[in-house]
């Protein structure tokens, strides 16, 4: 399959992105695979103006990190850190090129990685609390390595790669601030599916955030400085401890070990218990290594993009199928909530009835507005 790099480059540099002349700009390249893709990002910065850096990784790299002592990889993200600090705008082309390399990993390793990496998050943070002062993006760049691990043909995947970032963004954006409308006027929100869930929780005065995969002014003005590509969701920070219920999410994938029909049972915001026919054990030995306030309630998602129509059990597409939600628990202060915690995790849900107060957002997996 033939993509025009350049055409997409120029893009997300201009359209997505929107660089200006004199600002720094971090692409983060997780393998040589994408580096032509990152290459032609950095050149097109360079035509507007700015002023591009590529740091490169690979899978051997990550995977030789991952076999060193917890002790190790605990150690901060210095260099990282120190690019944070300057970087005006920062996209992540980092996710793996084979994500079955990362299957079953050591709880504990991960919990230590992610530790090491709270420091660059911290940046972040700060620099973007009183107003925008670095944007954020990620981009999921198809390896024929992903689409063997998802179980369908290179041609098949990438096709809804690339066909889900060349949507109508203005269709998309028009739907996200209609529900986003009704999001900012409703207090309790209902969530039912054919599996038995059935959930509760508040979003009172919590403002909700449109990933259309544009920054714009009005972005800046709500401080909302991340953005995934492809894109198209609509998502707000629950009220930490209001949810109680049950959830139940048919599939998804974690550190490619997949999960199938987990149960999640919330009490006044916390996850008290999970169970599932595979995966919940290595789920929980997850957030039992993970700091903070990692069972937490932390986020609402509403997928909105009309080109993703499958799971495949990556969640950067997945929870932007249109017609599905996503809940996560855990570090919820990119969306303003109170959530401090080194993990963050969508689960995917699949034909949702979704309510805010009285009205009915969607039925079923079908929207009502």
Known sequence: MTTDLNRVAN?????????????????????????????????????AG????????????FMENISQTTDFLKEPASFASAITE???????????RNPGVSGGLDPHKLAAMSSAGRSVQEIVYKKNKDTVKQRKASFLYPTPEAAASYGISYEIFADMVWRSLDID???????????????KNSDKVYITNPEGTNLEFSIKGRPPFIDDGVFDEEDFEEKIYMMNLPTGEVCVAPVEDSANGVAY??????????????????????????????????YKSILDNQ???KDMIAELGIGLNPEINRVLGELALDEKIIGTIHIAT????????????????????????????NTLIMENGEYRV
């Open 330 to 357: 855990g570090e919820n202060r990119m969306l303003h909530g109170k959530g401090v915690s080194s993990f963050h995790y969508d689960l995917v849900m699949d034909k949702p009835t979704l309510k805010f107060d």
């Open 11 to 47: 893009k997300v540099v201009n359209d997505c992105l929107r660089i200006k002349p004199g600002e720094y700009f971090w692409i983060s390249c997780a393998d040589d695979y994408y580096f032509k893709f990152c290459e032609e990002v950095a050149i097109e910065a360079v035509k």
């Open 291 to 293: 700091t903070g306030n």
């Open 86 to 96: 300057v970087a005006d705008v920062h996209l992540q082309v980092v996710f793996p």
């Open 50 to 61: 700015a002023h591009p850096h590529i740091s490169i990784s690979s899978d051997r790299i």
């Open 249 to 282: 999410f048919k599939f998804n994938r974690f550190m490619g070990r997949d999960l199938k029909n987990l149960k999640f049972e919330f009490k006044n915001g916390k996850v008290v218990n999970i169970e599932g026919e595979e995966g919940a054990e290595y």
């Open 169 to 183: 963004y203005e269709a998309l954006r028009m739907r996200a601030k209609k529900i986003a409308g009704i999001m």
